[in-house]
């Protein structure tokens, strides 16, 4: 204990860090604390206190998290700097960083995003803020270089290299081999060699015109970062729990549903219609039928007058009821002020056809 205490002291205090030391601890506490809490919530055990809802309105913890964000930072100008104020509101500064990185998501989404998969987001800035940090909190320059000694160029060209081999990996869609590759010399340069994700930016700029190297990376990404992905879902699960698969009460949900049931509704409108349009043309085939075999009756049409019976007027019906059922697919017919129905004129070889609804 007293070996830790003596390296505490001159490794932090002595090096006055202690208030970014302080701040760290509080934004790991407060993100440990809140995530805790929300599982017990979404849990629903009896002896942990629920939401805060006043009145009926549910507050985020992120506008707790904006409280000590202004106390940190408005406190800070507030006293100069000056100790212990200094240490004391690099810990509410920290808090203030958990609380609101841990409904990250939310802020970006504009909606209650918490439980889904875009709630993971929330979990990646968290840990790229605590990453952030502790590499501050190391050292003012990476590998060791400290202020007041020679300048090594060496040391100076390694630090360049190592910092654009850590944004080219980031930009092949390695966030996590970038963002280690900052403290770890040596991590970012593979990740700038090897082949980036199918849907990174560097894949975009660089794979559209190589469709070979766009199927090697599509293969990997199958192959290997999917094992990858895996463990790191299930590394997100045991932090934050494990995302709503179909939201209760989300409103992306919501507007699915109602595209779905309007479009099945206009499918149904249309097919009623159709029927209508159908059963107005075959009523108005029988009275058309009717008055032409009232009109060709005398002349011996029918089998009364010693006819077949096969005369013009069933071929007229005939036609009349092919013409019903082409019609009958698209059209509808109107209702003169005589109460007959007037099919509309087309061309003999136009043919129309019903539009499909896309789903």
């Known amino acids: 204990m007293t070996t830790l205490l003596d390296s505490y002291r001159e490794h932090i205090v002595n090096a006055h860090k202690q208030p970014l030391f302080l701040l760290l601890v509080g934004f790991i506490t407060s993100f440990v604390f809140i995530r805790f809490s929300v599982r017990m919530i979404r849990a629903q055990v009896s002896w942990w206190p629920g939401n805060v809802t006043p009145g009926g309105l549910h507050i985020h913890h992120m506008v707790f998290g904006l409280g000590f964000l202004l106390l940190g930072g408005v406190g800070v100008f ?43 987001k929330s979990v990646d800035a968290v840990i790229f803020g605590i990453l952030f940090t502790a590499l501050l909190l190391i050292g003012y320059v990476p590998f060791g270089a400290l202020p007041g000694e020679d300048t090594k160029w060496g040391l100076i060209t390694i630090i360049s290299v190592n910092a654009l081999a850590s944004v080219i990996t980031l930009l092949k869609g390695k966030m996590w081999t970038g963002l280690l590759g900052i403290m770890i010399p040596g991590l970012s340069w593979i990740g700038a060699i090897r082949l980036a994700r199918p849907s990174s930016p560097w894949a975009r700029w660089r794979y559209t015109a190589r469709p070979r190297r766009r199927a090697r990376a599509l293969r990997r990404e199958r192959l290997l970062h999917r094992r990858a992905d895996q463990a790191r879902t299930w590394l997100f699960d045991l932090i934050a729990g494990a995302p709503d698969k179909v939201p209760a009460n989300h409103p992306a949900a919501h507007r699915v549903a109602e595209r ?60 009349q009821r092919r013409r019903t059922v082409r019609a009958g697919r698209s059209r509808t017919y109107a209702v003169g002020p005589t109460g007959v129905e007037r099919r509309p004129v087309r061309h003999p070889r136009l043919r129309t056809h019903t539009p499909r609804i896309h789903r």
């Not at 006293?79 to 104020?85: A, R, V």
């Not at 077949?308 to 071929?315: E, W």
């Open 260 to 319: 779905m049931a309007a479009r099945a509704s206009a499918h149904l409108d249309a097919h009623a219609a159709r029927a209508l349009a159908r059963r107005r043309a075959r009523l108005a085939d029988r009275r058309s039928a009717a008055s032409a075999g009232a009109a060709q009756s005398p002349a011996g049409d029918g089998p009364e007058h010693g006819g077949t019976g096969a005369g013009p007027g069933r071929t007229h019906r005939a036609q």
């Open 78 to 120: 507030a006293t100069y700097g000056g100790q212990p104020w200094m240490d004391w509101f690099g810990l509410a500064f920290g808090i203030g960083c958990g609380l609101v990185l841990d409904e990250f998501a939310l802020i970006l989404h504009l909606d209650d995003v918490y439980w889904g998969e875009q709630g993971r």
